[in-house]
């Protein structure tokens, strides 16, 4: 075989292979995000089920079964999920990633990335003058921290989350929702009738 055609035949590889490689990163980036979003999730329900379980009791209910038959379902379902996949799997190569992944992401994973989004939404809402909307929230801790996957849904039904805690308070105009945190209200509150005093 001629030089020249063992040279394009290299390049013409090469380029396969720059390609297969790229779309490869793009894949698991894809994938990165969708596990830090459903992690997010399932910390945003886990938060609710205690709220739930506090008011629960609060109002005289249970406490034990409803705290304990989640935990139970989760456990069950992390150890299948991880090493029942990994272990019919015959690739070694395959299954190493996976039992990492499973191994960093409920332990490490939060603890790693910094404050959740929860604690995010509020520290950012308690620096603004002014009620924000979802979207506005969303944009800036999307530009702030942009490693992470944040998104406008995602960051409502944080905010939601906030406000069913009182720690936030929803103000509708019109069609649009803005939020604020509660001590911004308050002391908005207390600002008027100093106002109209003045």
């Known amino acids: 075989m001629p030089e020249s055609d063992t040279t394009t035949l ?3 590889y090469a380029a396969r292979v720059a390609a297969d490689l790229s779309q490869n990163t793009a894949e698991q980036e894809r994938i990165q995000a969708e596990i830090e979003a459903l992690q997010a999730q399932l910390a945003s329900l886990e938060q609710d089920h205690e709220l739930l379980v506090g008011m629960r009791s609060a109002l005289g209910g249970e406490t034990a079964e409803p705290k304990t038959v989640p935990a139970a379902r989760r ?3 992390k150890p299948g999920s991880a090493t029942a996949k990994t272990t019919r799997t015959p690739s070694a190569k395959k299954t190493a ?3 990492a992944a499973a191994n960093k992401t409920p332990a490490t994973g939060p603890a790693q990335k910094g404050p959740t989004l929860t604690d995010l939404v509020h520290q950012h809402l308690s620096g603004q003058t002014e009620p ?3 979207a506005e929230i969303a944009r800036a801790l999307a530009d702030a921290h942009p490693e992470r996957n944040i998104n406008d849904n995602l ?3 944080t905010t939601e989350r906030l406000v069913a805690r009182s720690k936030v ?3 509708k105009q019109g069609a649009t929702v803005f939020y604020t945190t509660a001590q911004s ?3 908005t509150a207390a600002l008027k009738p100093a106002e109209a005093a003045a």
Do not use: M
Request: aromatic fraction near 0%; hydrophobic fraction near 30%; charge should be positive.
């Open 97 to 99: 990633p996976r039992k």
């Open 155 to 157: 960051v409502r039904t």
């Open 75 to 77: 456990t069950v379902k």
């Open 132 to 134: 924000r909307t979802a």
């Open 185 to 187: 209200a308050e002391d």
């Open 10 to 12: 290299k390049t013409q």
């Open 169 to 171: 308070v929803r103000a």
